[in-house]
């Protein structure tokens, strides 16, 4: 019985090399975070040129289906990203943020505060599948790769990577409208919602991060009215103002004028390409207002986003 153990346990750390040999095989060549192979869902940025993004929007779900870089492009030539994964914690947005600046230092940084009252015990199961399969068993993600080895061995090219045309944002044109019921989400409340101290402390870390990196930390909220009230803002509008940051609150007053009928997916909880429009055209203009960045549509070194916007758009 314990020597059949022993063979069962052998058994499965040969394994476990093969499948790590391999998955280093499949692995893009060139350096694995710089490809954003690292944490895939959320460090896509890493496959861009170095200093070439000037706002990064980090958060959850909320931000991936409600900012759309593609659209600041479009009207603004400024460069976006959204590095957001579902379920994200201040530690993840902490993470992000760092990454993002060492390999990008943006000029902004929007931060959706939504994040700060999750729970960070509560890490979503899609999230640890992403990190166990990206970081120990990559295999899963890049089986396809033996294709690109007989092609770019074929034809001396060692530069594939993966990359993310639309810039980390997941566009939705599903309509669901929200119920006339919930319209009122954003009835006045002198109360506040508490956040946690673990999640405090990871967002005091951010700004930090942000202080001595001399990049602006932005405050936001997209349009949510399943999840998001006036207790909440109360909480974030005293944060921002202990450290002295700007707090955008879509949710406040309809500052968007979102229509819950047509600019919803999922009955309030996110945006579609509608809504995403308008926070994503809002976004842009105040990038323009705060003077930080500039026009990069007609400069070379950019070239690769409007590609990427040919293809969003075709």
Known sequence: MIKNIGKSILFMFILFLLIAGISCLLLPWRAVKKYGILYTANYPILSEEENTIDAVVVGDSLVYSGINPMVVWDKYGYTMYDCALAGQIPIISYETIQESINSQHPKVIFLESDVLFRNPKNIPIDTIKLWLTNRYIPIINYHDNWKKYLFNFLNNDKKFTKFDFYKGYHLIKKIKPAPKSRYNYMEYSKEYLPIVDENIEYFNKIVKLCEKNEVKLVLISIPNLKLWNYKKHNSIS???????????????????????????????????????????????NYLKDSGLVKDHRKDKKYQSWNESYKIYTS
Request: aromatic share 14%.
């Open 238 to 284: 005293d944060l921002a103002n202990k450290y002295n940051l700007e707090f955008i609150d879509f949710n406040l007053d309809n500052l968007l004028k979102i229509n819950w009928q047509i600019d919803v997916k999922d009955g309030g909880g996110h945006l579609n390409f509608r809504g995403a429009y308008k926070v994503s055209d809002y976004l842009g």
